[in-house]
């Protein structure tokens, strides 16, 4: 029997496709990354049909390149060396809203804006990178370790549990959801990551690409969604300024969302009327803002406001900052309105923020110390500026981490996609920026495409101690080869 | 048997022969480790060595594999499995390996592993920083401890071990050297994830794996916001104390009337996020507090007494708050806590502003206090398992009395870590020293029990749990022959 057949047999035949057109479609992402054609696509509908697949695909040698979100950014879907490209979307249940222990469990196909509607139900709310595609999946957020907006608490590992299908077919439970009879009749209610035994696989099958398993649900972390907010803007000329100011409120342990953005991407995030409003924004804004929700918590919401406002008057003191603005220019309820906005996936009826511009943006990002922020900036302008590339059209985010330990550093690049010439720049200023990076010790926890290549070389014990799990879980590299080091 | 004399002279050659040796006595001294199980066959290693360096430690590693020796690995002997089972093993000591550096702005530090607890805590108060003090003690290691455990509990705000571990540098069992997060490519610890799938996988699971894949040299460690004033020691050893300012922290006892208003006022704290410290209270940890300085038959006696008395109804919640940055986030943390406790029908009251074992824990394990043999069933999972599990524990224990000591079902402890996402049950169990037998066929029977109904156990027997754990050891197995070919990584 033919693959198709096979593959028809176990997830019906409206399920698979090797159509040109289907498969072309997957062939190609939003990055700059090389298409290359899939074989077949195959749309599971439960964990016993990913299982099915794997196997068959483990057994004929054939790769499997999972997905599970409508839109991809960075590659990483596609499939490198063809095969069954396993489109996860038709699993799309929330399968259990967990309030005791504050987490929800999610399938591949739940999108962001799926999972807040559920979440508010409950007054919580889903711990969410900075407003995600309307097609983006949950649980790919997750595995593939996006900074969270939250820089609190352990926000930052918010992925607890997984069900994860490796090469062999098994399906296998991590961490404290690995024992019989989960989630309905055990005692254990799935809520430590660790183990079983010695290992934590969850820890290696995030931020995999889908290398080391399919993840075919995953119980991650929710927070209580505040009763009220109180939104600040704080504007700065230098992002050293800004830094500074988010070191000390992030040492006073306060707030909820809390990230620096350039004028260029806050423009994009709140213009209206394109291109009038981001123009206008761009003027008027300053080159950096601090955006700060102080949310007030289930119980005595004013007074946890109160104190929290206290304390950033207080830090404003101390680095002489007149004034905590709670209002932006021109943009009247911008500080009612954010909070959602901030907790909610970009609205499916505008086009993305990133893409407003000029219809696509090639991001670079990495961890850095926020002290290191305005540096990287300076470095990677330059390396635009030498690329041919306009610096006034970056966007920079700064998002820290854990209370301002780190953060997550990410310069975007939007360009027309339809003009060979800005692909071109962009494309060579993309490998540019990040050899630069990497060189200046910005250190790409997740590396994509091209960037996996110069950080698997320099860290090579890395590379072979992954190689060596890789042949474990997948001895026969059928889990999206052609990706990382593999 | 001993070490190959050409072996031996390798190792000297390495460290210095002032570093190494092979003495009787010195090596009869190095067999034992504190915490560790007294009914564990320990073997006399074959030579103890201590290295300076990671580079140190990696040649060692090598001879090992070169000779086919076992390597056993201590830091500061206060340890709970670190010792050699195997003839001719080398034990290698790491508390030569004592820097230090933390990084005040980006709140971590990086440690070796002869760094204790008391030395960070010491350096970070200097700093308004600190860290979590174990339960088993300042005196433990920090990379031991982090890498094996990292439980104590101001892990109510600031989580469990494995989130306070970030870069890694790890000899792997073969004596290649593993650099990990962001220390894999930029030379730095601030960042323990990846690069790509997170190997920190290998390091620990639920708990670590007790040097069996190597030997972890260097790790960054996060570290929190405290107070810059200094704190004011009180008492005498080991019976001091450190008062608190009342300013920023305060300690309350709560006494609650049903099981079900102390479980849902914790749930409730957690969802209002505040508090540094919540946990219950095991009214025979009153009885140790109140036994001191009377020795182990004196608890006894005061227990008889006592014992039945404590086990009542009521159940008790202990909860710091911490004004963290601010006078009046203690004022709203502690209002908001009086409102819960209302609404759960609790009472109470302020406890003495001062701290023994979240800051300083110099003198913890009250549990040899009692004397004789303890053992304790460990779970990390959810407020609502540990509930569901220790009145399973109870029920066994009842069939194992005597020769278990009768504790009236009182030990039974819940701490709870980050705002109630996962939570510790202990239950300690204790009975005499000749008696041990019995707490041995009292774990067996819980671990059937766990397993049979979906418990989650810290410590798994993988013969009960791993055919009902998705044959987890199978992958072990296969991790540890890729990573140790020669089987000399603490072996069994």
Sequence with gaps: MQIKQKLTKIVGAANVSDDPGALLSYSRDCSLSTPRMPNYIARPKNTEEVQAVIKLANESGVPVVPCSSGIHFYGNTIPNMGGIVLDMRRMNKILDVDLDNKMVRVEPGVTWGQLQAETAKYKMMGLGPLLPHPLKSVLTSHLEREPMLIPKFEYAGSMVTVEVVFADGQAFRTGSACVPGFPDKSMAEGVNPGGPGYLSYQWLVQGAQGTMGVVTWAKVKMAPKPRIDKTFFIPFEQLDDAVQMVYSIQRRMIGEECLILNDVNLAAILAKKWPADYENLKRVLAPWTVILVSGGGWRRPEEKIEYEEDGLREAAAELHIPELPTSLPGLPGIERELPGILRNAWPEKKPYWKFAAKGASQDVFFYTTMDRASEFTQVLSQVAAESGYCIDDIGVYVQPMEYGRSCHFECSFPYNPNNGDEVAIVSNLYAEAAETALGLGGYFSRPYGIIADMVYERAGGYSAAMKKVKKILDPNNIMSPGRLCF | ?492
């Design chain 2, 1 to 492: 048997m001993s070490i190959p004399k050409e072996a031996y002279q390798t190792l000297q050659s390495i460290v210095g022969p002032e570093w190494v040796s092979d003495d009787p006595a010195i090596c009869e001294a190095d067999r034992y480790c504190s915490l560790s199980d007294p009914t564990d066959e320990k073997r006399r290693p074959g030579c103890s060595i201590e290295p300076s360096s990671t580079d140190e430690v990696q040649a060692i590693v090598k001879v090992a594999n070169r000779y086919k020796l076992p390597f056993v690995v201590t830091s500061t002997f206060y340890s709970s499995g670190t010792y050699a089972r195997k003839e001719n093993s080398i034990l290698i000591d790491l508390k030569r390996m004592n820097k230090l550096e933390i990084d005040e702005k980006n709140q971590y530090a990086i440690v070796e592993p002869g760094v204790t607890f008391s030395a960070l805590q010491a350096d970070l108060f200097k700093m308004g920083l600190c860290t979590f003090v174990p339960g088993c003690g300042g005196q433990a290691s920090v990379v031991a401890n982090t890498v094996n455990m990292g439980d104590a509990p101001i892990g109510w705000r600031h989580g469990l071990g494995y989130q306070r571990l970030l870069g890694v540098e790890w000899v792997l069992p073969e004596g290649d050297i593993l650099k990990m997060g962001s220390l894999s490519n930029a030379n730095d610890f601030f960042w323990g994830e990846g690069p790509g799938p997170d190997l920190r996988g290998l390091l620990r699971g639920c708990a670590g794996h007790q040097s069996k894949l190597g030997i972890i040299t260097r790790i960054g460690v996060k570290v929190f916001p405290f107070i810059s004033e200094e704190l004011e020691p009180s008492g005498w050893s080991y019976h001091t104390t450190m008062m608190l300012p009342t300013n920023r922290f305060k300690w309350y006892n709560i006494r609650f009337y049903s099981h079900e208003d102390i479980i849902n006022a914790m749930f409730e704290i957690g969802r209002c996020e505040i508090a540094l410290v919540v946990m219950t209270v095991p009214p025979i940890f009153r009885g140790v507090a109140r036994s001191r300085g009377v020795g182990c038959g004196g608890f006894w006696e005061y227990w008889k007494e006592a014992g039945p008395k404590l086990a009542r109804k009521q159940e008790d919640l202990r909860v710091l708050l911490y004004g963290i940055g601010s006078d009046k986030r203690l004022e709203y943390e502690e209002k908001v806590l009086l409102d819960i406790v209302k609404d759960f029908n609790g009472s109470a009251r302020e406890a003495p502003c001062q701290d023994e074992t979240n800051f300083m824990a110099a003198d913890a394990i009250c549990a040899n206090v009692v004397g004789g043999r303890f053992a304790s069933e460990v779970s990390y999972e959810s407020i609502n398992q540990a509930t569901r599990y220790s009145k399973e524990v109870d029920k066994i224990t009842d069939a194992h009395r005597p020769p278990i000591l009768q504790e009236y079902n009182t030990t039974d402890w819940i701490c709870p870590y980050e705002l109630g996402y996962v939570a510790k049950m202990e239950c300690l169990r204790m009975a005499a020293a000749e008696d041990n037998y019995a707490l041995q066929e009292w774990k067996r029977d819980v671990e059937v029990v766990c397993a049979e109904r979906g418990a989650y156990a810290l410590v798994p027997n993988s013969d009960v749990f791993g055919p009902v754990w998705g044959n987890y050891p199978e992958k072990e197995d296969k991790i540890r022959a890729a990573f140790d070919p020669n089987h000399v990584s603490s072996p069994e």
